[in-house]
């Protein structure tokens, strides 16, 4: 959940010279909280900020819409509680969601798949479980750590992915970075994915916890360039995979950004073979100079 030091953080950066008189025309428009405070700006950092307008941003979905589109372009959830942000939206299968889990409990966000049960993300399945929402801006750049994934079974994925039918198959513009295992380990390390199936690069570093990195940068929304990363330590950071400009058929309208686990489990794999339990400590996104 957002609280209290987020809203009033979200308020400063928005009461630069940049935003001001935008985001005083929402709240005057809205409710008439900050009329009168036009000639204020660059205001101090000690700044104060009322009671009722830090209510009113935690429990109005269309005030927190709209700071996002005037500039106070961050948005980090650490999992501190039991209460799902209401910007998230689960999915847990598009034919079935038994066996399927997606709960937030003290400090991590956890995603499964029990053994046997269709958890697949690809062409012809749509029923890995995810959580996603939508990206604040582009340029971009989208963080998570990725602490446990239990026992690395085969044919599992854990990660973070960008899609622009986040609902849908797995063939229509999805990639992800997270930790991968093929059956028999051909591949048992961080990879990165093509429409949420196909690798297109990998490593052997099994290291856990992880961070996970995507980063996209773009030209009038059109042309993006997009950037997998991760680190085992989250100071220093290894490029994975570069999808260059060619990747144009993004706009943020659609998009999904958020963290999801898949299996291949078939109905005559072992009940013990398929299983995935993908633990999240946070999951951040912020504006950033990405060329």
């Not at 599992?156 to 899609?163: K, M, P, V, Y």
Request: proline share 3%.
């Amino acid at each position: 959940m957002i609280d209290e030091e987020q809203v009033k953080n979200i308020v400063k950066k928005v009461l630069d010279e940049q935003h001001l008189l935008d985001f005083i025309k929402i709240f005057e428009k809205e409710h008439n909280l900050f009329r009168g405070s036009h000639d204020k700006i660059n205001l101090p950092e000690n700044l104060v900020i009322p009671e009722k307008i830090i209510k009113y941003i935690v429990e109005s979905k269309y005030i927190y819409e709209k700071i996002i589109q005037v500039g106070a372009l961050e948005f980090i959830d650490n999992f501190a509680d039991a209460s799902q942000f209401w910007a998230w939206r689960l999915f847990l299968g598009e034919v079935s969601e038994v066996g399927k889990t997606g709960t937030e409990e003290g400090g991590k966000y956890q995603l499964a798949v029990l053994a046997t049960k269709n958890g697949k993300w690809d062409s012809s399945n749509n029923e890995a479980p995810r959580i996603f929402m939508s990206p604040l801006c582009f340029p971009c750049e989208i963080i998570t750590r990725l602490d446990d994934v239990g026992t690395p079974n085969d044919n599992t994925f854990a990660g973070l992915f960008i899609s622009k039918r986040p609902v849908g198959f797995g063939n229509n513009l999805s990639y992800a970075i997270g930790r991968k295992r093929d059956d028999g380990e051909s591949i048992n390390g961080i990879c990165v994915v093509e429409n949420t199936y196909s690798n297109l690069a990998t490593t052997a570093i099994t290291d856990l916890p992880v961070w996970l990195r995507i980063r996209v940068g773009c030209v009038a929304y059109a042309s993006l360039n997009v950037y997998f990363d991760y680190s085992i330590d989250g100071v220093n950071w290894v490029n994975l995979y570069h999808q260059g400009s060619g990747w144009t058929a993004f706009s943020i309208s659609g998009v999904g950004v958020g963290l999801y686990v898949a299996n291949g489990a078939d109905a005559d794999d072992s009940a013990s073979k398929n299983e995935i339990v993908g633990k999240f400590d946070f999951f951040q996104m912020k504006l950033e100079s990405i060329n």
